[in-house]
């Protein structure tokens, strides 16, 4: 296939692209602390990147493993059941025990070298020249950009073989395994002794990536157990911080109305411009929509903060 043809751009324009990507860098703060550095490419850039990830993601589908539930885009059509972090805590609803362990520096630890072997592996089978430009097109600095349109299913691809190897391991030593992004969670009604972490620790380091040792968590079911930001213990369910935070938000937007509740979420010295207000009431029905996601759209509590919200605007 030619490069130029598929991604529609004059073979000029492409290798102007190439040896020179343009890319603006900004931080944003984490919501847990910290930062991250985000590297967004350029207009043209990114309109190529945004066609081979339609592509990628397409071809990713076809061969995706049960276990992963991150990073994944179903075509409208699509009748299975879709990947989200719904999905992704189902599995391990009612555990005696859970095991939380994410990966460090998830994109950033994916160098060029990775996603050039990618491609001329037998998953892809591209020539030595197709895959040096499509590296290029997809990775800058010698890694996979945290900003770029591609950079979330190329990580799928390249967590091929670390998927198979924790799906053999968990299925020999009695464990369920799902990963959403760089998110990896086990659980077992059998306790997860520190040995079997220890192996898991190395068949991630094996693979290439690194484990963040502050997010490496052995929950039991006497404690608050949760999966992607979900709690788990009898059933997936929104947190209760969060439900309590919608709560007080729709009270004081009812009660107060709209600007003193935007002045007091986002603490303001002043009263809130209209950027504000609107901030605040979309935020708000992001959490209502995500309570809506996980509860189901018939649930009692869900459709009352509808009402709620409706009544306040």
């Known amino acids: 296939m030619n ?7 004059p073979i000029s324009l492409l290798e102007k692209i190439i040896n020179s990507p343009e890319y603006k860098h900004y931080i944003i703060k984490k919501k847990r602390g910290g930062r991250r550095h985000i590297s967004e490419p350029g207009e043209q850039l990114k309109r190529i990147q945004k066609q081979l990830n ?9 061969i995706k493993p049960e276990e992963v539930h991150g990073f994944v885009i179903h075509p409208p059509i699509f009748q299975k059941k879709h990947c989200n972090i719904v999905a992704n805590a189902e599995v391990h609803t009612g555990k005696k025990h859970i095991l939380n362990i994410d ?16 491609f001329t592996s037998p998953v ?18 010698g890694k ?14 390249v967590c091929l073989e670390l998927d198979a190897d924790l799906r053999f391991f968990c299925q020999k030593n009695y464990l369920q395994f799902t990963r959403y992004a760089d998110d990896l969670t086990f659980s077992s009604n059998v306790f997860i002794s520190d040995e079997i972490t220890l192996k898991i620790k190395e068949l991630i380091h094996r693979n290439g990536f690194e484990t963040n040792e502050k997010k490496v968590h052995l929950k039991s079911s006497h404690h608050k157990q949760t999966v992607t930001g979900l709690t788990v213990n009898e059933k997936v369910n929104v947190d209760r911080k969060l439900l309590k935070k919608i709560r ?6 009812t009660k107060n109305g709209i600007k003193t509740a935007t002045q007091r979420h986002f603490k303001l010295t002043n009263p809130p411009d209209e950027e504000q207000l609107q901030l605040f009431i979309r935020r708000l029905s992001g959490y209502i929509n995500f309570v ?9 509590l869900y459709q009352r903060m509808v009402c709620e919200f409706q009544l306040m605007q």
């Open 124 to 141: 892809f089978n591209f020539s030595e020249q197709m895959a040096i430009a499509l590296t290029l097109l997809t990775t800058y600095e």
């Open 248 to 253: 007080a938000m729709l009270h004081d937007s």
């Open 144 to 157: 996979l950009p945290t900003g770029a349109p591609t950079s979330p299913v190329l990580s799928n691809f």
């Open 54 to 62: 339609y592509f990628l993601q397409a071809y990713y589908l076809c």
């Open 3 to 9: 490069l130029c043809q598929f991604l529609r751009t």
């Open 103 to 118: 990966l460090k520096d998830f994109f950033p630890n994916i160098p060029a070298r990775r996603i050039k072997k990618l």
């Open 292 to 300: 809506g996601q996980v509860r189901g759209r018939n649930d009692t």
